[in-house]
Nanobody
Framework: QVQLVESGGGLVQAGGSLRLSCAAS????????KGWFRQAPGKEREFVAAISWSGGSTYYADSVKGRFTISRDNAKNTVYLTMISLNSEDTAVYYCAAGSIPRTSSSYYYTSQYTYWGQGTQVTVSS
């Protein structure tokens, strides 16, 4: 079992920045891929970013490329999402997720690849 706890969400003005953290406990952190997803009111949960178990490969949704950066520190059992140039469309609950290493890189983008989920942290961007 892996337990995930997100933190760092909050209210920020458009153009501002935030850094989300996801602390993991339980089974070996380093052997899992990590992802960030988000869900806005009335919308489906969507992929934001993911990172391989080693941190050598990262994946981003087109809507956040160039603005968000995912990183991980396996020694601290933590994955981060650094967000800059935030806009109102980034308002959502952000979820951290962990999953087994996929067979293909395309699998990083799908919720089905992830077994463990955090409880979510709210990010609200005011215009």
């Amino acid at each position: 079992q892996v337990q995930l706890v997100e933190s760092g969400g909050g209210l920020v003005q458009a153009g501002g920045s935030l850094r989300l953290s996801c602390a993991a406990s339980g089974r070996t952190f380093g052997s899992y891929i990590k992802g960030w997803f988000r869900q806005a009111p009335g919308k489906e949960r969507e992929f934001v970013a993911a990172i391989s178990w080693s941190g050598g490969s990262t994946y981003y949704a087109d809507s956040v490329k160039g603005r968000f950066t995912i990183s991980r520190d396996n020694a601290k059992n933590t994955v981060y999402l650094t967000m800059i140039s935030l806009n109102s469309e980034d308002t959502a609950v952000y979820y951290c997720a962990a999953g087994s290493i996929p067979r293909t890189s395309s699998s990083y983008y799908y919720t089905s690849q992830y077994t463990y989920w955090g409880q979510g942290t709210q990010v609200t961007v005011s215009s």
